[in-house]
């Protein structure tokens, strides 16, 4: 029986779409961005152009197009397109999945594309009804998170597939796809007279922080503001953009109005932000660069991070990274965190600034954090080392110097410990270890340079005396 009434629903449900589902890209021509995985030659074009299309997840922030790419894959392929959340499917609705994409391709011969966001919620008991269909090929599974999918997806899934990390829109494709979406006269406004000016089409393009759908999201706030202060509430821009005649006066977004109908930045900062924007900030200051360091720090901070936790990083880094090229590193950083933990926000952001900028400048060495961990990996992996005699506290006679100045000597079976303030220029050249060792290394820079030349100075006696006894 044929229904009467189906284009007039289906049309209703079109009239209500979102400007950005509207415009979602039909082709691989028509996507906007992501140049290192569909530019020429590049993996993932070349896997869709040769319909060899296996196991995908895709991965990156909000608004960066991973469900839109999975449709134009599906298009591109000839493949049947379902789309679940991971989160909300159930084990039997897999096997409803499973069994549709069997009678589909016995009855079409096109295979089908099972497209699930938020996959990093795909339990177990999921995956062991699907993956084996997936792997003989049945179903081809597509899945998209905003996680990292090497630390959030089961490892089964990983195995089974080939992950695509997808990077937010540059400011410019952010302007290419509002201007396409202003000219485009089927799915966007390019039946309506509106014009919006460089000014403002930067505004959206820096505000949505690469998310193409914030951006076209406030382009229609405004265009649909505009319009329904002009016609009245109630008006229908639905079927204005797919018919008729614009505003009496057309519109012209200006920079007010774009910043009107957008919301302010929003930093994206999952877990994979909390641990990147730490972990950049640790590397620009080791790389010397102050600008750098304060830049993450604020963005750690407009976005909510604990500052105690950033003065306990730039803690460990004072002593990892700067160590004893400027001993005062540590005291500077140690300070910083009792302040930090004292005071709070917003003060606290002065201390963290001038904390991170003091380390940033300040001359590096890793010389401490090496020695330890060469010492540690020798107590973990050779022979433990017994501690000399001359060294132990117990079974040890006192031999008085005379001074008046009580014990400075112990004999051991005809050895004696020197007290090195006794000695001249305080270097006995004893042996501490029993072996000959070199675990710390003083660079050249800052402090340690006058730090390596008393220890060359001390290892030459000790080696002295090794030689003559």
């Not at 505009?226 to 505003?247: C, D, I, N, Q, V």
């Not at 010492?375 to 973990?380: E, G, K, M, P, S």
Request: net charge neutral; hydrophobic share 40%; charged share 30%.
């Amino acid at each position: 029986m044929t229904d009467l009434w189906a284009a007039k629903r289906e049309d209703a449900r079109r009239g209500v779409e979102p400007l950005a589902v509207r415009m979602r890209p039909r082709s691989l021509d028509e996507v906007i961005g992501q140049s290192h995985l569909l530019g020429p030659g590049k993996l993932l074009r070349r896997m869709i152009q040769a319909d060899a299309i296996m196991s995908l997840i895709l991965h990156g922030p909000p608004g960066t197009g991973k469900t839109t790419l999975a449709e134009v894959i599906a298009g591109a392929t000839n493949r049947r397109f379902v789309r679940e959340n991971a989160a909300s499917v159930g084990v039997k609705r897999i096997r409803e999945l499973i069994e549709e994409a069997d009678r589909y391709l016995g009855d079409t011969g096109r295979r089908t594309i099972l497209f699930l966001d938020e996959i990093h919620r795909f339990t177990k008991s999921q995956q062991d009804v699907l993956l084996g269909d997936v792997e003989r090929g049945l179903i081809t599974l597509i899945g998209a998170t905003t996680e990292n999918p090497l630390f959030s997806v089961n490892s089964a899934l990983i195995s089974r597939s080939t992950l695509f990390r997808l990077e937010p829109l540059t400011e410019s494709e952010i302007v290419e796809a509002l201007k396409r979406a202003i000219a485009d006269p089927g799915r966007g406004y390019g039946k309506l007279d509106i014009r919006a000016t460089d000014e403002a089409l930067r505004v959206w393009a820096v505000k949505c922080e690469g998310d193409a759908r914030r951006a076209l999201s406030a382009l229609e706030v405004a265009v649909r503001s505009s319009f329904e202060s002009e016609r009245g509430p109630g008006a229908s821009l639905g079927s204005s953009h797919a018919k008729g005649p614009g505003l009496r006066q057309g519109l012209v977004i200006d920079t007010q109005l774009a910043e009107d109908s957008i919301q302010q930045k929003i930093a994206v900062y999952g877990d994979d932000g909390h641990y990147d924007a730490a972990s950049a900030m640790i590397k620009s200051v080791r790389g010397s660069d102050p600008d750098a360091a304060v830049y993450w720090i604020a963005r750690m901070l407009d976005a909510g991070e604990d500052p105690r936790f950033i003065a306990r990083r730039l803690a460990i880094l004072a002593s990892e990274d700067v160590g004893n090229a400027d001993p005062r590193g540590v005291v500077v950083a140690q300070a910083c965190w009792d302040l930090v933990a004292r005071i709070g926000m917003p003060e606290a952001r002065i201390t963290l600034a001038q904390c991170a900028t003091y380390l940033a400048c300040a001359p590096k060495s890793n010389a401490a954090c090496l020695a330890i961990d060469a010492a540690l990996n020798d107590v973990r992996e050779g022979r433990v080392r017994p501690v000399p005699l001359h060294l132990r506290d117990k079974n040890t006679s006192p031999v008085s110097t005379g001074s008046g100045e009580g014990e400075r000597v112990r004999r051991v079976e005809g050895e004696a410990y020197e007290y090195s303030h006794d000695a001249e220029g305080g270097i006995t050249g004893q042996d501490y270890l029993g072996v000959e060792k070199c675990y710390y290394e003083p660079g050249d820079k800052g402090a340690e340079r006058a730090m390596r030349e008393r220890l060359e100075e001390v290892r030459r006696r000790r080696r002295q005396r090794r030689g003559s006894s």
